[in-house]
Nanobody, 123 residues
Framework: QVQLVESGGGLVQAGGSMRLSCAVSGRTSSSYAMGWFRQAPGKEREFVAAISWSGGSSDYADSVKGRFTISRDNAKNTVFLQMNSLKPEDTAVYYC????????????????WGQGTQVTVSS
């Protein structure tokens, strides 16, 4: 069993930056590849970024590539998402979850979801 707690969201102006954190407990984060997904109002949840269990491989959705960076600290069982040059279309609830790593085609393992963290980007 895995517990996930996302944090770091809030309100930011377009062009700003924000860093999300995901604390993983129950099983050490180093046991899993991890991904960030997001869900905007009225839309389906979509893939944002993925990182392998070692941190040596990562990939991104085209919509965030070059602006977002995923990283992890296995000693602290934490996964991060650094978001720069934010756009209003990045507004969503962001979730982290264990994944089957396949680059941008990574898929969640099971149904491990936290409460998410709201990111709102104003224009």
């Amino acid at each position: 069993q895995v517990q996930l707690v996302e944090s770091g969201g809030g309100l930011v102006q377009a062009g700003g930056s924000m860093r999300l954190s995901c604390a993983v407990s129950g099983r050490t984060s180093s046991s899993y590849a991890m991904g960030w997904f997001r869900q905007a109002p009225g839309k389906e949840r979509e893939f944002v970024a993925a990182i392998s269990w070692s941190g040596g491989s990562s990939d991104y959705a085209d919509s965030v590539k070059g602006r977002f960076t995923i990283s992890r600290d296995n000693a602290k069982n934490t996964v991060f998402l650094q978001m720069n040059s934010l756009k209003p279309e990045d507004t969503a609830v962001y979730y982290c979850t264990p994944i089957n790593y396949a680059g941008r085609y990574s898929t969640p393992i099971g149904h491990y979801w936290g409460q998410g963290t709201q990111v709102t980007v104003s224009s």
